[in-house]
């Protein structure tokens, strides 16, 4: 479908298409697909990434990895370096959490996203399968580009304040360096209303559709920042068409080093996992 062409298309999203070259929908028609290992995200291929905010211990990350191995997830997450609003708040575990990582790659098998905070970093991450590019990272043009120069998939994750415009931009960047596996994140941005950490906007989904052919994921889990939040917002997410989620989960919530308040337990999300599966099915056109 064109989207200029589609009715009550208005005067923002033209001039949104008209300045992408590689990321629109008009430029290339077709979904895009991106493949990690055994897993695929985009043209029907749905991806479950799951994981704990941030890498703490072997036993923390091989023990959550095997848990959401065996609840069907498809990609491994895990922070080492952690954008932190506050600095006196743990920083991750640097390179020590990307090498605890590997060793949760190794024992089950699931590829792995990490957040990449600076390009001074990014070495380390050679073995890391998707590079995470944060929200609060998403206009840092000079890191855009350079993993616009890499030959592996980034995650992409809408910034705070950004309008789709500006998301579709940024993705603009790291395409327009040859690197064409780019996974959108939609994972909430900032309201008025602080019910919840972030507002979800789960109307962007079906809207980077229409503009865009690149993968669109949703983050429930920073949007709510509650974890009783995350099923139903998941499971809309599902609903409306994303084509995977990005779960935070710890064994042991309570105890988590970050962003515990939103960490599903290993059982939780495996009751959630199918119930996206059943949605999934629901709403399936085919
Ligand atoms: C994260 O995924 O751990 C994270 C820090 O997310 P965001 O950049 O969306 O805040
Ligand atoms: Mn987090």
Known sequence: MDPIASPGITEETKQIIDALRYCSRREHPEDTVVRVGDASIGRGHFAMIAGPCSVESEEQIVGIAKAVKAAGADLLRGGAFKPRTSPYDFQGLGAEGLRLLKTAREETGLPVVSELMGVRELELFEDVDVIQI?????????????????????LLKRGLASTLREFLLSAEYIMAEGNAQVILCERGIRTFDDHTRSTLDLSAVPMLGELTHLPVVVDPSHAAGIARLVPPMALAAAACGADGLMIEVHSDP??????????????????????????REAVSSR
């Open 254 to 279: 309570a105890r988590a080093f970050s962003d515990g308040e939103q960490a599903l337990t290993p059982a939780e999300y495996a009751a959630l996992a199918e119930r996206v599966s059943r949605v």
């Open 134 to 154: 944060g929200a609060r990272n998403m206009q840092n043009y000079e890191l855009l580009k350079e993993v616009g120069r890499l030959k592996k998939p980034v």
